[in-house]
């Protein structure tokens, strides 16, 4: 994509890397090698600086980068929820096609409107695919979350923390240095154990409560009067679950050997090897 290094859109890069334009420049090339002949370069290169120093300035060039970033952007985040749809258990992904299958009758139910109703059908969409998308980050977050759950004792952290308490005095003093710092990293792996379990419940929580909410708009689509009072009841499921996927991704920095270590141990972060959004 022709960006600046500061994010921007670099429509003279895009310009001249458009692949229209090195047909061009290819097709100068080759006449000039079977002419034996410098004008068809020189021809190609006026031609080139005229271009350049105008078609980067047309606001349709503009908008057809613009449209290039964005679909660029929608590839890569259609990759990514691939690849976490596939990272989850069998059971998981049928509960994801049966919520699929929700959005697609409210999407059916929806095109029955009229046409001064359409104005709602654009909306929804929106709506429904950031749902959709949103549900599959939060079931892979809560399949990762049990995996943690199910490989992680707490009990025998809590043990391992009070064994190495109670022999302290018995230890010369270098150890009970290290050993007490790996008291702290226990017992901040308890606290996140805790944390991580409060969190998973939430994530299954707003799961469930984003299948209830679409499945009751598909029955209410079924017979639908007020589109704009469906369409409020998108919005406000979108937000909910935009702050769960904000809950979820402060409580997914537990992963990281710093945020359980501390400055004093120097680790490479543990983290999960998955694709994010």
Aim: glycine letters at 2%; aromatic letters at 8%.
């Amino acid at each position: 994509m022709a960006e600046d290094k500061d994010g921007g859109f670099n429509y003279l890069k895009a310009a001249f890397h458009w692949q229209y334009n090195w047909i061009g420049l290819g097709g100068a090339a080759a006449f000039a090698v079977i002419s034996a002949s410098a004008l068809p370069l020189l021809l190609a290169a006026g031609v080139e600086l005229i271009y350049l120093s105008t078609v980067p300035q047309n606001a349709r060039f503009q908008r057809l980068v613009r449209s290039w970033r964005y679909a660029e952007e929608k590839r890569q985040r259609e990759m990514s929820l691939s690849a976490l749809f596939h990272e989850l258990p069998q059971e998981m992904r049928v509960r994801y096609a049966s919520l699929d299958a929700t959005c697609r009758s409210i999407r059916e139910n929806y095109k029955r409107l009229s046409s001064t109703s359409q104005m709602f059908v654009d909306q929804m969409e929106d709506k429904l695919d950031a749902l959709s998308a949103s549900f599959v980050r939060l079931l892979n977050s809560a399949f990762h979350h049990a995996e943690y759950l199910r490989a992680t004792n707490p009990d025998t952290i809590r043990k391992e923390a009070e064994y190495l308490q109670n022999d302290l005095a018995n230890e010369a003093a270098k150890v009970q240095e290290i050993n007490r710092k790996r008291i702290e990293i226990l017992n901040k792996r308890v606290e996140k154990y805790e944390k991580i379990r409060e969190n998973s419940q939430v994530i299954f929580a707003q799961c469930s409560a984003v299948e209830d909410v679409l499945q009751l708009i598909r029955d209410q689509s079924v017979t639908m009067r007020d589109p704009q009072q469906l369409n409020d009841h998108l919005e406000n499921l979108v937000k909910d679950v935009e702050q769960t996927e904000e809950t979820v991704r402060e409580v997914e920095s537990i992963f990281s050997v710093s945020a359980l270590g501390g400055e004093d141990f120097e680790s490479e972060p543990m983290t999960r090897s998955r694709v994010r959004n």
